[in-house]
Nanobody
Framework: QVQLVESGGGLVQPGGSLRLSCIAS????????IGWFRQAPGKEREGVSC????????FYADSVKDRFTISRDDAKNRVDLQMNSLKPEDTAVYYC?????????????????WGPGTRVTVSS
């Protein structure tokens, strides 16, 4: 079974950038659609972005559209989330997870395997 680990979180000033990575091990990455989710203190978990197996399906939540970019490199078992123009409201713990599907107009399907998360803090 696949295991996921996120990295790349940290403290950044508003307007700055971070690149999160989701690294998979234990199973071939090619078979999985991957979603990025976040949860801020006191808020519900939000589906931020996802990418399908063939990269043909990519989704971004309205809150991050035009600022975040998701990509995958199956040879490296890796999905990245490039986050630009960060805002204080982007502060959250970010998680990657395998999902049943990624629908461009709808978002990620049911989740299965989660990583432990990486914390992103946007503050001056």
């Amino acid at each position: 079974q696949v295991q996921l680990v996120e990295s790349g979180g940290g403290l950044v000033q508003p307007g700055g950038s971070l690149r999160l990575s989701c690294i998979a091990s234990g199973s071939s990455f090619d078979y999985y659609s991957i979603g990025w989710f976040r949860q801020a203190p006191g808020k519900e978990r939000e589906g931020v972005s996802c990418i399908g197996i063939t990269r043909g399906s990519i989704f971004y939540a309205d809150s991050v559209k035009d600022r975040f970019t998701i990509s995958r490199d199956d040879a490296k078992n890796r999905v990245d989330l490039q986050m630009n123009s960060l805002k204080p409201e982007d502060t959250a713990v970010y998680y990657c997870a395998t999902v049943d599907y990624c629908a461009s107009g709808y978002g990620p399907g049911s989740t299965s395997t989660w990583g432990p998360g990486t914390r992103v803090t946007v503050s001056s």
